[in-house]
């Protein structure tokens, strides 16, 4: 039995983002769901509030989700959601909180995320934080760069 310190539960809290990577059958997902969330919460009018924030959230997946790894002793875990929610507020920057725009960009993001385009394969297959988190930030980009291209041909 694993001893219970205040650090591995703040470890556990931040990398399962306050246990959402808990909910039952696709963590994933409701992963995604909490980043569409936040995204809706978030001032936009200061895009440099928003990537301040998104920077902090990733650098707190990055210093929780390894560390997560390591106390469960098992690669990448499903309850580890916080990579979702970075990979999803990555894909919705720059874009408008059109409802439409917002749930192409969660199934575009999903998608990638299953089908882990170059380089997000290799990186997922990486051990620690960025075999964690690589993958996702890699679909979040790519999402966000293919709706950009969407956007723009529409408009």
């Given at each position: 039995?694993k001893?219970?310190t205040?650090r591995n539960l703040?470890?556990q809290t931040?990398?399962?983002?306050?246990?959402v990577g808990?909910l039952?059958?696709i963590?994933?997902t409701f992963?995604?769901i909490a980043g569409?969330?936040?995204?809706?919460?978030?001032?936009?009018?200061?895009?440099?509030?928003?990537?301040?924030?998104?920077?902090?959230?990733m650098?707190?997946?990055?210093?929780?989700?390894g560390?997560?790894?390591?106390?469960?002793?098992?690669?990448?875990?499903?309850?580890?959601?916080?990579?979702?929610?970075v990979?999803?507020?990555?894909a919705?920057?720059?874009l408008p909180?059109?409802?439409?725009?917002?749930?192409?960009?969660?199934?575009?993001?999903?998608?990638?995320?299953?089908l882990?385009p170059?380089p997000?394969?290799?990186?997922?297959?990486m051990?620690?934080?960025?075999?964690?988190?690589?993958?996702d930030?890699?679909a979040?980009?790519?999402?966000n760069?293919?709706l950009q291209?969407?956007?723009?041909?529409?408009?």
């Open positions: 039995m001893f219970v205040f703040l470890v931040i990398s399962t983002f306050l246990f808990y039952p059958l963590p994933g992963g995604s569409v969330g936040i995204f809706y919460l978030l001032n936009r009018s200061s895009w440099f509030g928003y990537f301040l924030f998104v920077f902090c959230i650098l707190l997946g990055l210093l929780t989700s560390r997560e790894e390591k106390l469960l002793n098992k690669k990448d875990p499903g309850c580890i959601v916080i990579d979702e929610i990979g999803m507020l990555i919705l920057s720059f909180s059109d409802p439409k725009i917002i749930i192409l960009a969660f199934f575009m993001f999903r998608i990638l995320d299953t882990k170059f997000a394969g290799r990186l997922q297959n051990h620690g934080a960025i075999g964690v988190m690589g993958d930030l890699v979040g980009v790519y999402a760069i293919v291209v969407i956007l723009r041909l529409n408009y």
